[in-house]
């Protein structure tokens, strides 16, 4: 493979291996700061339990987190430098913003949160893990800023002489639409997961039998999250569907398949073959109207196909192709959207279960929400992968192609030996994250210690480090 393929390959492998756990560190951030929240209201021991419990999942996602992080902004210098010099003086302000602002925050209270448990006044500590929370939120605020502008460039020019990007409106880069449905949809996500982490493991240990009133009610905290979050994530990632389609009406095209422009437009359920120019599937289940609803909020509305976009696009930027992976595309979205469907039917079910009491005998649900974590992980990877294959062939949408980004200076062996250094990096992580988490997720609950302690929770400190 080319030096170009090779270094978009190590970039998604990075990538999508980190936003594993962006999201979780998010939405479970949130949830530990509920959870202590009810313990200082009530009094109640048993939050204070759950609260040390989840933290220690918290804390060992935030560590492995931040490892496989490190890697993402230098490989804008290593593989990416020609994109580096014609946006670093727009991609880099979010991204200095979050290093220096929203991490710091992040790290910063969070470190005081492992280490305050009965060094300073309770409300004090309470605040430190809901400012860890929001840190951990604003990271994804500006990293989502950055990349927006990448799918939609607004508030810049072009300077003259060097025909670098330059930021001109600061205020256009956090109103840009595709910014602004992008940070809710992300963050509904993050709710999603972190509310799956809460039932996958209360109901773990419901089957088990094992501190049961205390797990009940993380079940119910989780599933009473999750259900309306993933209705919420659903509805949004329709409205940013409209979006999508106003910027980048071509990423609409191929995630429909659609190559001639049709007005109303029929939603694809289920396609084989069609994929590639002049083919016709063999097999297509359409729902009709429902992509111009979809895509255009307009039950009539016209949609593009790819062959007059294609055309138009030659006719802008020159000759090639403007034409994403279409599969990759079209099953990237409708893996998003069916798994998203599958969880709203299970915590809809958990719900049930919960309201009429059942939840705790119901042995077939704790088995599968054992296993449900894995849904939203490959709901926010198949989104991950529609952003970010849709838009190709542009690295920004419409200013500078992806092939015209990648550093001249480096070779296809260079970028060899940095895949496979960071993919056994990575398999390391990835088999350490998964040893602490189910080691720490089947444990039961710890006693609590008492609220005047001068020693932080054992545990806690030893994951800190």
Request: glycine content about 10%.
């Amino acid at each position: 493979m080319s030096t170009l393929d090779l270094s978009r390959w190590q970039f998604a492998l990075t990538t999508l291996f980190h936003f594993v756990f962006v999201p979780l560190t998010i939405g479970l951030s949130w949830l530990v700061a509920v959870m202590q929240t009810a313990w200082r209201r009530t009094g109640d021991d048993e939050w204070l339990r759950l609260t040390r419990f989840f933290g220690k999942l918290l804390l060992i996602n935030v560590a492995i987190g931040v490892a496989t992080g490190l890697v993402q902004e230098f490989q804008f210098g290593m593989n990416w430098s020609s994109y580096s010099r014609f946006v670093g003086d727009v991609f880099g302000a979010p991204l200095a913003i979050e290093g220096l602002a929203a991490f710091f925050l992040e790290s910063t209270f969070l470190g005081a949160w492992i280490f305050g448990w009965g060094k300073i006044p309770p409300r004090l500590h309470l605040a430190t893990i809901y400012l860890a929370a929001i840190g951990a939120t604003l990271s994804a605020v500006f990293i989502l800023a950055a990349n927006s502008w990448m799918q939609h460039p607004v508030g810049y020019t072009i300077a003259d002489g060097t025909g670098r990007a330059q930021l001109t409106d600061i205020g256009a880069l956090f109103t840009n639409k595709v910014f602004i449905w992008a940070l809710f949809h992300t963050l509904l996500a993050a709710f999603v997961i972190g509310g799956t982490l809460l039932v996958a493991v209360s109901c773990w240990h419901l089957r088990r039998g094992r501190d049961v009133a205390a797990f009940r009610r993380t079940a119910a905290m989780g599933l009473a999250v999750m259900f309306p979050a993933v209705g919420l994530a659903l509805m949004t990632g329709g409205r940013l569907a409209v979006t999508i389609t106003e910027v980048q009406p071509m990423k609409t095209a191929a995630m429909e398949s659609l190559w001639q422009t049709e007005a109303p437009a029929s939603f694809s359920l289920f396609q084989i073959g069609g994929m590639q120019p002049g083919t016709e599937p063999v097999v297509d289940i359409e729902i009709p109207h429902l992509l111009s609803l979809l895509a255009t909020a307009s039950w009539d509305g016209e949609v593009q196909g790819i062959d007059p976009l294609q055309a138009q696009s030659e006719q802008q930027y020159g000759d090639g192709s403007y034409v994403p992976v279409i599969p990759l595309a079209y099953w990237s979205l409708r893996a998003m959207a069916y798994l998203g469907m599958v969880l709203l039917l299970f915590s809809g079910t958990g719900l049930f279960l919960l309201k009429y009491r059942s939840l705790e005998d119901a042995h077939w649900f704790h088995r599968l929400a054992t296993w449900s974590i894995a849904l939203p992980i490959l709901i926010n990877l198949s989104g991950w992968i529609l952003a970010e294959t849709g838009r190709q062939p542009w690295v920004v949408w419409g200013l500078q192609k992806t092939a015209d980004g990648v550093s001249p200076s480096i070779g296809a062996t260079q970028v060899w030996a940095s895949i496979l250094g960071f993919g056994a990096l990575y398999a390391v992580l990835g088999v350490i994250e998964l040893r602490l988490m189910r080691r720490y997720a089947r444990e039961g609950l710890e006693p609590p210690p008492s609220e005047g302690s001068d020693e932080p929770d054992e545990r806690l400190t030893a994951l800190s480090y």
